[in-house]
Every structure is written in C-alpha cells, then in structure tokens.
T-cell receptor, first 115, second 112 residues
Framework: GAVVSQHPSRVICKSGTSVKIECRSL??????MFWYRQFPKQSLMLMAT?????????EQGVEKDKFLINHASLTLSTLTVTSAHPEDSSFYIC???????????FGSGTRLTVV | GIQVEQSPPDLILQEGANSTLRCNFS?????LQWFHQNPWGQLINLFY???GTKQNGRLSATTVATERYSLLYISSSQTTDSGVYFC??????????????FGKGTLLTVNP
C-alpha cells in the first residue's frame, strides 16, 4: 500500500532558528502533497498544498514567508518553519494520495517544540 | 467550503461494548475517509468509503452519499481502540487539488 514517510518525528529548537521537515512518498509518485497543523485536542487544519515543480498554495491566514514549502521532486516535499517562535510549537503532518483525490495516506507527523 | 460534523464529540465505553460514530457533511463528496489517530499522533486510515458499506474485522462503515452522512461501527470494543476518530472528505467538484476537510473528531475512551 501507499506509504508516506515523515522526518523528523520530534524536534526541539530555539526561538529564532529554522526547522525543516521532510515528507516522502515511498512507493508512489505524488504531484501534490498536503501539509497540516494540529494543536492539542483539536482537528487537523490544512496549511498548504504542495505542488511539484511549482509554488505551493497556502490557505487563508497561513504566512507563506514563515512556512516555506518546496516540492522539488515527485516523491519529496519539505516544510521549513523559519524564525520559529514558541507559538509555532505544534504537530505538523503531511499527506499524499497515490490516486489523486481517492484515498489519502498520512505521514507519522512531526512534533515541533520551540523554546 | 464543505462542513463536516462528527458526533458524539466524546464517548466512553466499557470493553466489549459496541458503538456508532456519525459524520455529516454539507455537500456532495468524491472522497470520504475514516481515520484513527493513535496516542502518538499517527493517522491510521480505516476506510476509504465515499459510498456503500465496508467491513474490516470489528470495524465497519456505511456512507449514504445521497443523504450526506457516514457511520463508523465499532463492535466488541477493546482498550486499544481508544483514540480520536476523524472523518474527512473532499468536495465533489472541489478543484484539481482535492483538499481534504476534517471533522473535529470523536474522542473514544475504552475502559477495561
């Protein structure tokens, strides 16, 4: 079945630094990947749609200069949280579909703590 | 955008009990999935079920697309079933990116 790998699973960084999170589709090609954010005891909120070879599409209210997305190949998308602050601490999770729009697989998530 | 409502928000069961979780959505969908989020945050896909009925062991799901709802049945619940259950959909005709919209989830606690 479709497998999505996400790394790192957990990261602690100092305020003001940048953190990169990788999302890979291991056994299929994904022209589109999605990045979500989840706060404790809340649902997943879509942050942006990552498009291979083109700019990401950000949801309303998401700062594109803070959350940089790069989708350089059909199997890899990266999310970089720039100049991280404590309020950026959250659970970030990516997803992709092997059959566009028909069944999504999620990575294992990255728990970011900014101190 | 499409609205997804799940009920109940919280559910506490004794081990062995059965339960039904509901997902209502406000528009036609071309994708509906049920997920279980475990305590470590991993989202496990339970069913891809935009219509019809499916069963997998103690779990089964039914989606009545014409009436815009889906049900997830858990039978003979076990403590390992505890966690948050999410329903997520993509709106039919929602564009080429097929964005997935999540409900707020049902927090299930199964006590021994």
């Amino acid at each position: 079945g479709a497998v999505v790998s996400q790394h790192p699973s957990r990261v602690i960084c100092k305020s003001g630094t940048s953190v990169k999170i990788e999302c890979r589709s291991l056994d299929f090609q994904a022209t589109t990947m999605f990045w979500y954010r989840q706060f404790p005891k809340q649902s997943l909120m879509l942050m942006a749609t990552s498009n291979e070879g083109s700019k990401a599409t950000y949801e309303q209210g998401v700062e594109k200069d803070k959350f940089l997305i790069n989708h350089a190949s059909l199997t890899l998308s990266t999310l970089t949280v720039t100049s991280a602050h404590p309020e950026d601490s959250s659970f970030y999770i990516c997803s992709a579909s092997a059959r566009q729009g028909r069944g999504y697989t999620f990575g294992s998530g990255t728990r970011l703590t900014v101190v | 955008g499409i609205q997804v409502e799940q009920s109940p928000p919280d559910l506490i069961l004794q081990e062995g009990a059965n339960s039904t979780l509901r997902c209502n959505f406000s528009d036609s969908v071309n994708n509906l999935q049920w997920f279980h989020q475990n305590p470590w945050g991993q989202l496990i896909n339970l069913f891809y079920i935009p219509s019809g009925t499916k069963q997998n062991g103690r779990l089964s799901a039914t989606t009545v697309a014409t009436e815009r709802y889906s049900l997830l049945y858990i039978s003979s619940s076990q403590t390992t079933d505890s966690g948050v259950y999410f329903c997520a959909v993509t709106r039919r005709g929602g564009g080429s990116n097929y964005k997935l919209t999540f409900g707020k989830g049902t927090l299930l606690t199964v006590n021994p």
